[in-house]
């Protein structure tokens, strides 16, 4: 048997991207760099449609370390149903692993059915197709538990991916700082930018006015371009909705700031995984999402920030919902009702206080206003005790890191014993 080998990682969203995917190919990498150079693994990822896709996605994993191939969403389907892949056809060897890291349960099951691999999925939920999965990495013991017993053998206990995005949080978090910094991270989708950046860059201009000392940025989610985010920051009708501000896109050789009408310039961090540059600011503004959990495994103090001031804006609900929400006409109407009896049923949304099952850092879900939202941020400036206070609880909830590799060691496992899928 030859020494080479096909390692497929299945994902989607830009969140199961950047949190779920970079890090498993992360250990990959060091292990294959390390120890395993009697194996020649090819990784190829294999991105599934979504409907919160940036478009960027598949540009972002061929950049990701050992990556060979990226097959983009808009060839899933011909490849899942018949198994055509981009000019020229991909080959594939005789034994490999299929690792599910964001999607659809089914789609590991008939991959590697396809390819004659062994299958993986890391579970954060739920776990499906049990008879027909190899191994599950499941994220804790209540998934476990929830695997029928006969098949509960299959099963791992790995923790958290979320948390295995960044590394935990060191001591610099505790150096002197020359300059106190703010961090903005308006996110990637249009529903959430389309409220967030005017509504952040009023913010900025209220912070500047009031406290000069402090420095101001935007963290550039990896998945778009400063020209798409300043898209947002043009004159259209949200600007009022969220008494918000306009802005101008500035280059600068390889930088680019935005500049508001006050004349503030806020530069965009492009740096990308950007943990230095996280772990320097006193406190991040940032929205919903996978970037809560990367906060909160660097240790740094976040308001989590929902607007609500446009509440048509959402529509990114799956299943039936979406689809109402979406339809021609009607749709703006129906995405209201859907979005408020929604809104009202929410709990916690940032991912620490779900961990925590109680609200650590603060969620603010509403009709935000810049002043408001300035007023929260100069208290947690003015009382730093409340932000050391903010940093233990995430150091305390985040749990240690360590998922991603036991997901590698299980994939170079099942590739180095050629395991055959159980179907």
Not at 2 to 15: E, H, Q, R, T, W
Not at 136 to 153: K, L, Q
Not at 248 to 268: H, K, M, W
Not at 376 to 386: A, G, N, R, S, W
């Amino acid at each position: 048997m030859d020494n080479f080998a096909d390692l497929v990682i299945l994902s989607n969203a830009p969140g199961e991207l950047t949190t779920w995917v970079y890090p498993v190919l992360r250990e990959l990498a060091r292990r294959v760099n390390d120890s395993l150079n009697s194996l020649n693994i090819r990784i190829s990822v294999v991105l599934s449609p979504c409907t919160n896709a940036s478009g960027q996605e598949a540009a972002i994993a061929s950049k990701y370390p050992g990556v060979d191939r990226v097959l983009a969403p808009d060839r899933f389907w011909q490849f899942l149903l018949w198994g055509k892949t981009p000019e020229p056809n991909w080959d594939w060897h005789e034994r490999g692993v299929v690792i599910f890291l964001g999607g659809d349960q089914i789609f590991p099951v008939a991959i590697g059915k396809r390819l004659g691999y062994s299958t993986i999925v890391y579970a954060e939920w739920e776990a499906r197709w049990a008879s027909w999965i190899d191994r599950f990495a499941v994220r804790n013991e209540s998934v476990h538990n929830r695997i029928p017993a006969r098949f509960r053998h299959k099963s791992e206990i790995v923790g958290d991916l979320m948390v295995d995005r960044s590394e935990v949080a060191d001591d610099r978090n505790n150096e002197p700082k020359s300059r106190r910094s703010i961090v903005f991270m308006p996110g990637s989708k249009s529903m959430k930018l389309s409220q967030g950046v005017p509504l952040c860059l009023a913010i900025c201009d209220l912070l500047r006015q009031k406290m000069p000392h402090v420095d101001v940025a935007i963290a550039l989610a990896p998945t778009i371009t400063p020209q798409y985010l300043a898209k947002f920051a043009q004159p259209n009708p949200v600007i009022a909705l969220v008494q918000g501000t306009t802005a101008e896109l500035v280059e600068s050789g390889s930088l680019y700031v935005l500049r508001t009408q006050a004349g503030n310039e806020i530069p965009i961090n492009q740096e990308f995984p950007a943990y230095d540059f996280l772990k320097r600011c006193e406190l991040c503004i940032t929205t919903v999402g996978a970037n809560t959990a990367e906060l909160a495994a660097l240790g740094v103090p976040m308001l989590v920030l929902l607007p609500t001031n446009q509440l048509d804006a959402m529509r990114s609900w799956d299943g039936i919902l979406g689809i109402l929400a979406n339809l021609p006409g009607v749709g703006s109407a129906i995405a209201k009702i859907i979005n408020r009896i929604m809104l009202d049923r929410l709990n916690l949304l940032a991912w620490p206080n779900i961990w925590a099952g109680e609200q650590i850092v603060p969620e603010l879900v509403g009709n935000l206003t810049p002043d408001g939202v300035a007023e929260m941020v100069i208290d947690f400036l003015e009382h730093p005790e409340k932000l050391q206070h903010m940093r233990d609880r995430l150091r305390a909830v985040c749990g240690q890191p360590g998922a991603a590799a036991k997901i590698a060691d299980m994939a170079i496992k099942a590739i180095s014993s050629n395991t055959k899928p159980c179907l």
